[in-house]
């Protein structure tokens, strides 16, 4: 099948899954704890007016109302207006994409940097004292929380060395430099966890295919190891390498939350905290929808990609 | 040591040169024009009269103005207000506006903003309202002149008008100030001495002020939140950090000037910091408080409410929540300890649990279930409530403790129904001193039941009584009295249990020089030196 078509039948399969996610996004919320009104009332507030703001905010409506209506605007674009900030959601959510983003990306292309050659190395010198360095730095990635590495990296690179701020976002309009200055910490961070996971399947993958009979017949041809293990092996075994590092984005776009916080990076994750604790229905909903759809295009973009990597899936 | 010395030296002195190398265009140390200040919580909602958090009266603060202000001796100044005369009848208050002053989208203020401004904040506050129940009349005389007819003589209308915390009587332009009250403003224009930038704001991360260069600043010096408001900086700005250890790190090594509350725990090691200084300019502080739920079983009876006081201990909880006692003071006082109207009438702060154990007997307790809401937020929220559900226990009451976060408990507390449907028992939670310092302002002594009462809704008429007379006593001495008895029968009552008084230092650069000293964070008459 070409690719248009994937596309297109991958692009309408997405349809009823942002469905059914809209669904329980929404219910999820209305049958949790916790009141908006309550918050915004205040603490003065009568019970006549609780009900007019609750009134106003038409939460007074039956839910499959409130659905609807949601629905609705979503279907036009529209995810509503915060009930606590009284701004569009689209709005904060475009405020806030900028530095999830920029920490989503350096630290996927870090990791991919340096966890594939790490991957590939250990598998390369299987036993020897690299594989087992790679993989002890590999339980170590997985086993040692962020938040730890994080007062880790802040305190020995930013409060003793001086080298990096230990807080902050600059955006790329304030400098290429500023813009990685601030990032550094932030993906030295999160991609350990990614360096990890990413060695150990790249290396898990190339020692299945290096014992494979192509890669025996490559050597027997005389081809040097370089040669074998780079252009041969490691494209048979880029497919589990790409779907870990497609899912590796999807984890870390809802993951970043933690290092949003000890970086004070002004991003999605830290909007969705505050908005759960403020129980801002509007901005809830339109970040789970962002997220979503921001996964189902991450699944997408992998399975077209396979098709690069092993041309007989195309083929089916 | 000497080699160990010299390595770090090294280490340090390469990168430093390497941090001077990729650092393209950053100013390590600040603009000394340029305030970055980390706050207890980050602005949200903008709205002073709909968001009545702290945040929210920070916030306006800043950009609004008020007619009348209350210095640090607790006595009430005019602000905005030039002149004003009250008729011999005390029934016709007349208030002259100052002249020159300006909106920030340049408009003059006139009478005809303050009356809507006020006439909408008081649908908002209670003070406000009840204030307004005594109004006959509240008109314009000329641009700059308005008056105030009362139906009856209110010995309550300046410390009114000079409310120092939420909901303050914020003035705003009548386009402002027509929309409903329960709907927020939009637009933020106001008459105060910063503007704010709306295009910078990010709600939950970051609000932007810059120094109102047409603000009339009275002549006189800043005392409290009365005096002279003259802005000596270019711009503060408002920086949410969800994590005070980031905060904290972010202050020693200068790349913001201004912790607003850091933990307490967190405050020896920023006081041993090079540049930074720890200091309380808030003199009132905070008090903690015990509530229990009028309206359900068991604390629907006195005895049992008293057996929980009788029981309790706040040196424990003040442990619990503050742990230095450097930063808090045990004390009965319901209207704050250092305020006019403090009064240590009604209890000794001790438990005496005999006597807990006797009074549980009288009131009949058979095991009702207790539901504790606890809030883990932060120690100062959770903490008295594991000491209080321990100390219940132990004198034989069956608690059920529920944790949550604080917005949880905001929508739990709100529940008037039994236990077993949802509702509550007790509580705790914090308030400031400024809030509770007047028997009309204190939400906790509002005991109209569930009428319209304060979530507890402890109902007793001769509270209610007693507050209507102080309400309209002009006497000092006499309102101290009336506050005094109000104090006693809250107790007898048991209204809700006074956990005790704490202070929350703020943690700053020693760049920043002549911080007022007031009940809330302000940013006029800082210095920052270079």
């Known amino acids: ?316 | 040591m000497f080699n160990d010395f010299s390595r770090r030296s090294l280490l340090k002195a390469g990168a430093a040169g390497l941090a001077t190398g990729i650092m393209p265009r950053i100013a390590r140390a600040q603009s000394s024009r340029v305030i970055r200040a980390v706050m207890h919580a980050p602005l949200r909602a903008t709205d002073p009269l709909i968001n009545t958090a702290w945040t929210g009266r920070n916030h306006g603060l800043n950009i609004y103005d008020t007619l009348f202000s209350t210095d640090s001796k607790f006595q009430i100044r005019p602000q905005m207000v030039e002149a004003y005369e009250v008729s011999a009848d005390k029934l016709t208050y007349t208030f002259k506006l100052r002249s020159g002053l300006k909106f920030h989208d340049g408009a003059p203020v006139t009478s005809a903003d303050v009356i809507p401004s006020l006439q909408r904040w008081a649908k908002r506050d209670t003070m406000g309202s009840r204030m307004m129940s005594f109004i006959a009349e509240l008109k314009p005389v000329d641009e700059r002149t308005f008056q105030l007819v009362l139906k009856s003589p209110y010995g309550q209308v300046l410390p009114t008008l000079a409310k120092p915390s939420s909901i303050m009587p914020f003035i705003m332009p009548a386009r402002l100030a027509a929309q409903a009250p329960d709907q927020p403003v939009t637009e933020f224009v106001g008459s105060g001495p910063f503007r704010f930038i709306a295009s910078e704001f990010r709600p939950g991360n970051r609000a932007v002020y810059e120094r109102n260069a047409d603000y009339v600043s009275r002549d006189e010096p800043s005392d409290g939140l009365a005096g002279g408001k003259i802005v000596k900086i270019d711009r503060y700005e408002w920086i949410s950090m969800p994590d005070f250890q980031t905060a904290a790190n972010a202050l020693v090594n200068k790349e913001i000037d201004f912790l607003e509350a850091a933990p307490h725990d967190i405050l020896p090691s920023l006081a041993a910091a090079k540049d930074v200084v720890v200091a309380d300019y808030n003199p009132l502080g905070f008090m903690s408080v015990c509530r229990m739920n009028w309206q359900s079983e068991p604390f629907n009876r006195p005895e049992i409410r008293q057996a929980v006081m009788y029981a309790s201990d706040q040196t424990d909880w003040l442990d619990a929540q503050v742990g230095n006692p450097e930063y808090y003071q045990t004390s009965a006082a319901m209207f704050g300890v250092t305020t006019p109207l403090g009064s240590e009438v009604g209890w000794n702060t001790k438990s005496d649990v005999a006597r807990a154990k006797d009074l549980l007997k009288k009131g009949g307790y058979k095991g009702e279930k207790v539901v504790m809401l606890q809030a883990t937020d932060s120690p100062l929220l959770s903490g008295s409530s594991t000491v209080t559900a321990q100390k219940l226990r132990a004198i034989g009451m069956n608690v059920e403790v529920q944790t949550m976060d604080w917005g949880s408990l905001l929508a739990r507390r709100v529940k008037q129904d039994s236990t077993a449907n949802g509702g509550w028992s007790i509580t705790h939670w914090v308030t400031t001193t400024t809030e509770l310092m007047n028997p009309l302002a204190n939400t906790l002594l509002d005991t109209r039941g569930k009428a319209g009462g304060f979530f507890g809704w402890p109902e007793d008429t001769e509270i209610e009584g007693l507050r209507n007379t102080f309400a309209l006593e002009p006497s000092a001495d006499a309102q101290k009295a009336v506050a005094e008895a109000i104090q006693k029968r809250a107790y007898d009552v048991m209204t809700h249990i006074p956990g005790g008084q704490f202070r929350q230092p703020v943690s700053h650069s020693k760049a920043l020089k002549n911080i007022v000293r007031a009940p809330a964070p302000l940013f006029w008459n800082v210095e920052k030196t270079a």
Do not use: C
């Open chain 1, 1 to 316: 099948m070409a690719i248009a078509g994937v596309l297109l039948k991958r692009s309408v399969s997405v349809v009823p899954v942002l469905a059914v996610v809209a669904l329980i996004a929404f219910l999820l919320l209305r049958f949790s704890s916790g009141d908006p009104v309550a918050q915004l009332a205040g603490d003065n507030a009568d019970p006549a007016a609780i009900a007019a703001i609750r009134a106003r905010l038409g939460l007074d409506q039956p839910l499959p109302v409130q659905f609807l209506q949601w629905l609705w605007r979503l279907l036009q674009g529209d995810l509503g207006i915060s009930i606590v900030s009284n701004q569009p959601v689209l709005t904060l959510i475009g405020q806030r994409v900028g530095p999830t983003l920029a920490v989503s990306l350096t630290t996927i292309i870090f990791s991919v940097l340096v966890g594939v050659p790490i991957g590939v190395l250990a598998a390369w010198r299987r036993g020897g004292w690299l594989d087992r360095f790679a993989m002890w730095t590999s339980v170590t990635g997985f086993a040692v929380p962020t938040f730890a590495i994080g007062y880790f990296w802040i305190y020995l690179l930013s409060m003793q060395l001086g080298l990096f701020p230990v807080q902050g976002y600059a955006s790329l309009s304030q400098g290429v430099g500023l813009f990685l200055w601030h990032l550094a910490l932030p993906t030295l961070t999160l991609s350990l966890v990614y360096v990890a996971l990413i060695a150990r399947v790249a290396r898990t993958s190339l020692l299945e295919v290096l014992n494979e009979d192509f890669v025996r017949t490559a050597r027997a041809k005389g081809l040097p190891e370089r040669i074998v293990v780079f252009k041969h092996a490691l494209r048979n075994a880029a497919v589990p390498i790409v779907s870990i590092v497609g899912i590796g984005v999807a984890l870390l776009i809802g993951g970043v939350v933690v290092t949003e916080s000890v970086f004070n990076l002004p991003g999605l994750g830290r909007l969705t905290v505050d908005s759960v604790l403020a129980r801002d229905y509007p901005v809830i909903q339109g970040i789970i929808m962002v997220f979503g759809g921001a996964y189902v295009a991450i699944n997408l973009l992998v399975d077209i990609s396979y098709t690069f990597f092993d041309p007989r899936i195309s083929a089916q």
